[in-house]
Nanobody
Framework: QVQLVESGGGLVQAGGSLRLSCAAS????????MGWFRQAPGKEREFVAA????????YSADSVKGRFTISRDNAKRTVYLQMISLKLEDTAVYYC?????????????????????WGQGTQVTVSS
């Protein structure tokens, strides 16, 4: 069983930065596609970014391109989401997720239903 634990969320002013971490235990982390999603109050969970098993390929939602960067450290079994130039609309609970398939297809990586494991989420609140 794979467990994912997010951390690094908090309260930040607009224009500020945060780095989220997601630590994995169990399973074979280094073979998984990893993704970040977010869910704002009253809205559906939406895709933010994904990274291939080796870290060579990434894909991000248009709303965060140029501001958010996904990365991973397989030795530490951790995936990161570096967020800069935060906006009010980035306020949400951020979740990391793991897809056990080793193939990486951006068209698929954006889909919630392909991910096998989810963390409990970490709150990010951006204030004016």
């Amino acid at each position: 069983q794979v467990q994912l634990v997010e951390s690094g969320g908090g309260l930040v002013q607009a224009g500020g930065s945060l780095r989220l971490s997601c630590a994995a235990s169990g399973g074979t982390f280094s073979t998984y596609t990893m993704g970040w999603f977010r869910q704002a109050p009253g809205k559906e969970r939406e895709f933010v970014a994904a990274i291939s098993w080796g870290g060579a390929r990434t894909y991000s939602a248009d709303s965060v391109k140029g501001r958010f960067t996904i990365s991973r450290d397989n030795a530490k079994r951790t995936v990161y989401l570096q967020m800069i130039s935060l906006k009010l609309e980035d306020t949400a609970v951020y979740y990391c997720a793991a897809d056990r398939r080793t193939t990486f297809d951006p068209a698929i990586a954006t889909r919630k239903d392909v991910y096998d494991y989810w963390g409990q989420g970490t709150q990010v609140t951006v204030s004016s």
